[in-house]
């Protein structure tokens, strides 16, 4: 044997160890990789809904303020990608357009027929393309009207003929849905909210807590004094365009979980309106009430179709809903000016009798 040379059982141990080590490192980086997939965000499949309902508004033609020029296109275009990507039943999907959407219409929508027809496991969401007023108030602050097909320009008359955004707190608290979700296209201050919410990665990682929570937020395209910007090359306002944007392609969901929450997609609308609008509008996302869960819309590129978040299909049979709530809405309509009528009546009889009471003091006459 040659000095310094390796005994031959010694050379085998080596090339062995040589041969595990090698296998175990090997085994070490699959073990490695492996651990970076299970770190990835899983998609969301949990159930969210027991069934989801939506008013979609818009009013181009108004009888007196100065009309617009997109705002049904940008309702009905927001119908279509609630039925066909979201899950959204077409008969639950009510639309009241230019004429259709007087202020008598959408209260008794929003606070007489969706009270009767929601149920506490329901979703509902508001799109509303308009005007939007606003007025100060004498103790400070403001006060913001959403401005219907017949509403008065006499602001003596404002009250009467629009719908102050106090009004939409108290038709949330009528109605029993657990989520409900405002987009308001419309430019105005004083939401009567509670406070600014947002959107944090933290807050993103718990989407089936935030589900079960209940919710009323609010999306608003702009504050007061800033335009609605439409655009011929567009077909919409820049608030709406974004909106359908983020949700059809799916950019608004930041942490590719498969569900675009109500925060997310007022994230993703607040970081590119004010860019394409060149700063004229700033769109704001607030609580309405206290509660802090999140509207869900879920993607249909998640482990299972859209359709699934409801736990009834959108496809199925059955009686026409929209039909339906048509005709309660029209129900409703005539008891409303039934009873004005009545109230006429009244006061018309009340009037009379006034006069007859006077006539026959002035026919008395005075004490010697």
């Known amino acids: 044997m040659k000095t310094g040379a390796f005994p031959a059982p010694f050379v085998l141990f080596l090339v ?25 965000r ?23 303020w100065e009309d617009l020029s997109y705002a049904v296109n940008d309702a009905r275009a927001v119908k279509d990608l609630l039925i066909r990507k979201f899950g959204f039943r077409r008969d639950h999907v009510i639309e009241l357009l230019d004429a259709e959407a007087t202020l008598v219409n959408i209260r008794t929508m929003l606070g007489g027929v969706l009270p009767q027809k929601t149920k506490k496991g329901d979703g509902l969401f508001v799109f509303f393309a ?44 009528l109605i029993s849905a657990k989520h409900i979700f405002f987009a308001v296209d419309a430019c105005y201050s004083g939401l009567a909210a509670v406070s600014e919410r947002g959107m944090s990665d933290q807050t993103r990682q718990y989407i089936g807590k935030l589900a079960a929570l209940k919710c009323r937020v609010i999306l608003t395209a702009g504050g007061r004094g800033e ?20 949700l059809e392609s ?32 700033t769109p704001q996302f607030k609580n309405l009430t206290n509660d802090e869960g999140e509207f869900v819309f879920l993607l249909p590129t998640s482990t299972r179709p859209a359709e699934d978040v409801v736990s009834r299909d959108a496809s199925e049979g059955g009686p026409d809903d929209a039909e339906a709530l048509k005709r309660e809405l029209e129900r409703l309509k005539q008891e409303n000016e039934k009873l004005k009528q009545q109230s006429k009546d009244t006061e018309t009889k009340h009037e009379t009798e006034k006069k007859k009471e006077s006539r026959r003091n002035d026919a008395i006459p005075p004490p010697p």
């Open 42 to 64: 899983a998609v969301f499949t949990g159930h969210v809904y027991d069934d989801l309902w939506a008013v979609v508004i818009g009013i181009n033609d108004y009888e007196h």
């Open 250 to 281: 799916g950019a608004a969901d930041f942490d590719g979980d498969g569900v675009i929450t109500s925060g997310e997609i007022a994230t993703y609308i607040k970081t590119r309106v004010p860019k394409l609008s060149e700063n004229r509008q």
């Open 130 to 173: 308009g005007h939007g007023e606003t007025v100060d108030l004498p103790d400070g602050g403001n006060l913001g009207y959403l401005v219907p097909f017949d509403g008065s320009t006499d602001r003596n008359e404002y009250f009467a003929t629009l719908l102050p955004m106090t009004q939409i707190r108290e038709i949330c608290s």
């Open 227 to 246: 335009p609605v910007i439409e655009n011929d090359e567009w077909g919409h306002s820049a608030f709406t365009l974004k909106f359908l944007e983020g």
């Open 16 to 40: 062995f160890s040589l041969l595990v080590g090698g296998a175990a490192g090997q085994e070490r980086s699959k073990q490695r990789g492996i651990k970076v997939k299970t770190a990835e």
